[in-house]
């Protein structure tokens, strides 16, 4: 399979503990997007990388939230001192161009 | 990128065609209407866009009003599978804006 591949699918933690999700984009895609989806609502865009470059965070993604992509293929996503408010499903996906985004299964994160 | 608007849900007999509609009065000339969906438990799936013709490709077809104020995504002839949250976004498609906002999206459940 050649689609995006996120890692673990369901993670759950305790309050004030650090997480970290991986993001395996398309091989050829230099353009990787961060989602967060919370129960009911539309995916939310966390931040965007073109190659290893990170050109744009929303204001959702606080200081606990850090994104890396080293070398422009695998991404990371890393949340310090979690919180309750940061269970939902965290999206990858790649692309391309503009519009034409290919998703990842998601990781689920329970904070407990 | 201009604000959609879409029924929360909608129900469609399986082998009949699914209709699912969008309105976005307030579209920019140069701004494009995309067509996505999530399959539950799953990351979203790109589907269709269009700029102002009508576009058809093996998923489904885009109807796109000739004021460009609303827009149809027809799917043919529905299967269960295809039981989904479709989401209607309207964005510029050109590169360094790459950010996708999803709305809530309709419902749409596929009836045996």
């Known amino acids: 399979d050649t689609g995006v591949s996120q890692n673990p699918r369901h993670k759950i933690t305790k309050r004030g503990q650090n997480v970290t999700f991986r993001c395996d984009p398309i091989?050829?895609?230099?353009?990787l997007y961060w989602y967060r989806q919370t129960l009911g609502q539309g995916p939310e865009f966390l931040t965007y990388f073109q190659n290893e470059a990170q050109l744009e965070k929303s204001r959702l993604l606080s200081d606990r939230f850090s994104a890396e992509r080293p070398k422009g293929s695998f991404s990371t996503l890393e949340i310090q001192r979690t919180e309750q408010g940061d269970s939902a499903m965290y999206l990858c996906?790649?692309?391309?161009?503009?519009?034409?985004?290919?998703f990842g299964s998601g990781t689920q994160l329970s904070v407990l | 990128d201009a604000k959609t608007t879409q029924p929360p849900s909608m129900d469609c007999a399986e082998g009949r065609a699914a209709n699912l509609p969008c309105n976005h009065s307030t579209i920019s000339g140069n701004e494009y209407v995309y067509w996505y969906r999530q399959i539950h438990s799953q990351g979203p799936q790109y589907i269709i866009h269009g700029l102002k013709n009508n576009e058809t490709n093996e998923m489904a077809s885009l109807i796109i009003t000739e004021d460009r104020k609303s827009s149809t995504l027809i799917l043919p002839h529905a299967t269960l599978r295809d039981t989904a949250v479709y989401y209607c976004i309207v964005r510029v498609a050109n590169f360094g804006n790459e950010k996708l906002t999803f709305g809530t999206g309709t419902r749409l459940t596929i009836i045996p």
């Open positions: 091989s050829e895609h230099n353009r």
């Open positions: 996906a790649s692309s391309l161009g503009p519009g034409v985004l290919f």
